[in-house]
């Protein structure tokens, strides 16, 4: 009998429930008319928080910094190669312009008798730097520092002795040139 007035209660009041959200702070000031009917008195009011947005932010600040620095700009591998050795940033510096020095003057020896010489060994110097810098990726990688560091100075000397040697013989074809052209005559 109960169950039959409630549910005619409810068909009866349909549509006219109050089904919408209390405006902000509803709760506060029906905390405070409660009170003040009962006669008490509130000690504080609740100020306006500001943590909560200080926190978001710092959140966000925080999550901004991380990501920077897992997905940020990495150092270049020379970069990480003088971390590791800065010696190795002057040394490089010192035979890099040796190497470069020569390779000029390689280029301005060049004729059509030494051509095939010239690209072969600017070919081979080209071999030569792409080991310099897998043993540049190595370091980075952890090798072994003194071997990889040996291998590294090895590698520019042999570049060094390799311009040598074909400015050598650059030289001695110019000289059989020129013993051919004087031996010649008309």
């Known amino acids: 009998m109960k169950k039959d007035n409630l549910d005619n209660l409810f068909e009866r ?10 405006q902000g702070g509803h709760q ?3 905390l ?14 609740k100020k306006a928080s500001w943590w909560k947005p200080l926190s978001i932010a710092a959140s966000i600040a925080l999550v901004a910094l991380l990501g920077h620095q897992a997905f940020g700009p990495q150092p270049s591998i020379k970069q990480q190669v003088t971390k590791i050795a800065p010696e190795v940033s002057q040394t490089e510096f010192y035979f890099a312009n040796l190497i470069e020095e020569q390779v000029e003057e390689m280029k301005e020896e060049k004729t059509p008798e030494t051509a095939q010489l010239v ?18 990726q190595d370091l980075v990688d ?43 005559t008309i």
């Not at 690209?119 to 540049?136: G, M, S, W």
């Not at 560091?149 to 030289?171: G, Y």
């Open 13 to 22: 009041l349909h549509g006219e429930f109050d089904v919408e959200e209390p």
């Open 28 to 30: 506060e000031r029906f």
């Open 32 to 45: 405070e008319k409660l009170n003040r009917g009962n006669g008490t008195i509130a000690l504080h009011k």
């Open 119 to 136: 690209d072969d060994t600017l070919a081979q110097l080209a071999k030569l730097d792409k080991d310099y810098q897998t043993l540049e």
């Open 142 to 184: 952890g090798g072994d520092s003194k071997i990889i560091l040996s291998a590294m100075i090895t590698n520019f000397q042999t570049r060094i002795d390799l311009l040598k040697e074909v400015l050598s013989q650059i030289e001695n074809i110019k000289n059989l040139k020129t013993q051919n052209d004087e031996s010649f």
